[in-house]
């Protein structure tokens, strides 16, 4: 039998998923010296994941990257299958009959809860679900976020996603007019008539996640003071010791002194950036968030050179009209796939996915990105991961059977899965949908105008 690999053989691989890991992988397996052909199976009729429907519109810059997201999509040996549900228009079994391997690139779709009192009344919600709702994601289109009913909303949380939320909340809606934010969440915006956010982090100004890019653009944005209590950077020697340590600290610690510096400058909007405490209940009436119950926290030296934060048990209350948490992402079960619960990821070594009860590795199949590794890192932390799961995937090459030869051409995956889907998207048929969003966007000098409902963007695509 020929070796699998070759042009009478080429090797079939299916990615699950269109965002940055999946197209790493893609892009990793075609530098190979094998003959492989790639299939990108996507839920959204949309390429491209968190770079469209995650990243804050006023970050127009780091969707760049989509260019060499096109190229690959355009590879003659690539295709691309979108509006295909995973589970339901074809599940893991059926992949394993017509690809001789299968990635899952299907990332961190869930949020993780506090698990406090409160947390499902009316105003408290995922960060995850305010940024789909203003980027145009779909399934988020709809959600509703009142925000001219109050003036002061609560961030719990301490990471780029939290600084992303509170920006968007208090940016002048002119600037953000101009970017690719979703046209329902541009006129919710204008509608505001929130004033202030608190951003809560549970330790202190060292151990902040953000990055230090994100944290300067609060002082950026005209209109908005930036508010922090002085009292927040007394530091206990562990956070001192990582203060001098870690540069990326330091250099937060340096821009939150210059803010403490500056003082309030009068302007009709503020952050105000809160270390040290936790929310231990959102309170409400009628049904709605009134108010978040903080608890104030004490850093503890957990033996490893670190710092773990602890309850003092002393409490305040925050009047607030919605609570937005930002405290962690977990990836969603698939089924016939193995799904670590406790840690919200698909339990794998080294990229290959393996069964959660007895660690033995699952049949031709692997995982990247954030349902690999969990959510962590910036969009290109994904290129190096990616790479080390298609390093795994070819030292498994030399021992794979391969497909029946009768799937090899790829026809009968392309039959099935135009029976299952109600329309399934081409890379044709996206660049027809890029047309007409960036079309628009040109017509109002913008990157593009978002067409945020499936339903159109099929119709769309059909005219």
């Not at 995956?413 to 299952?420: D, E, G, K, P």
Request: glycine share 10%; charged share 20%; hydrophobic share 40%.
């Amino acid at each position: 039998m020929t070796t699998l690999g070759t042009e009478q053989r080429p090797l079939w691989v299916a990615v699950i998923g269109a965002g940055p890991a999946g197209f790493y992988a893609v892009e990793a397996l075609l530098k190979n010296d094998a003959q492989v052909r790639v299939d990108i199976i996507e839920r959204l009729p949309t390429p491209f994941g968190l770079v469209r429907s995650g990243v804050a519109p006023d970050h127009q810059s780091i969707k760049g990257v989509t260019r060499i997201y096109d190229k690959l999509l355009a590879d003659p040996r690539v295709r691309y299958f979108g509006n295909v549900s995973m589970g339901t228009d074809i599940s893991h079994d059926e992949l394993l009959t017509y690809y001789d391997q299968i990635i899952y690139a299907v990332g961190a779709q869930s949020d993780r809860k506090m698990g406090i009192p409160g947390e499902d009344l009316i105003g408290s919600a995922p960060a995850t679900s305010f940024v789909g709702w203003y980027n145009g994601h779909p399934y988020y289109r709809n959600s509703q976020f009142n925000l001219d009913a109050h003036q002061r909303v609560v961030v719990i949380g301490n990471g780029n996603v939290a600084m992303d939320v509170t920006r968007a909340l208090v940016a002048p809606v002119d600037a953000l007019a101009t970017t690719d934010m979703a046209d329902h969440a541009i006129a919710g915006l204008r509608a505001s008539t929130v004033t202030q956010v608190v951003v809560v982090g549970r330790r202190g100004p060292v151990q902040a996640a953000f990055t230090t890019p994100e944290l300067k653009e609060f002082g950026e944005l005209d209109g908005v003071d930036v508010m922090l209590d002085a009292e927040d950077f007394a530091l206990d020697p562990v956070s001192a010791a990582q203060l001098a340590e870690n540069k990326v600290a330091g250099r937060n610690h340096d821009v939150m002194q210059g803010y403490l510096a500056r003082g309030l400058r009068g302007a009709a909007k503020s952050i105000h950036m809160q270390f040290l405490w936790s929310p231990i209940e959102i309170v409400g009436q009628n049904g709605h968030v009134t108010g978040v119950v903080l608890e104030r926290n004490q850093l503890v030296d957990d033996g490893n050179g670190n710092v773990k934060a602890e309850g003092t048990g002393a409490t305040r209350t925050i009047s607030c009209g919605m609570v937005l948490r930002s405290v962690g992402y977990r990836s969603v079960a698939l089924p016939g796939v193995p799904f670590d619960e406790k840690r919200g990821l698909i339990p794998n070594v080294d990229g290959r996915v393996i069964d959660s009860a007895n660690r033995t590795p699952i049949e031709r199949t692997y995982v990247v990105g954030w349902a690999k590794r969990g959510p962590s890192g910036i969009i290109g932390t994904n290129k190096p991961d990616s790479v080390a799961t298609v390093t795994s995937m070819k030292a498994d090459w030399e021992s794979l059977q391969g497909i029946p030869d009768t799937y090899r051409d790829g026809a009968a995956v392309a039959t099935m899965l135009h029976s299952r889907s109600a329309q399934v998207v081409t890379y044709a048929d996206w660049q027809t949908l890029d047309v007409h969003e960036t079309s628009r966007g040109a017509a109002q000098q913008r990157p593009r105008v978002k067409v945020v409902d499936v339903k159109e963007m099929l119709e769309i695509i059909k005219r």
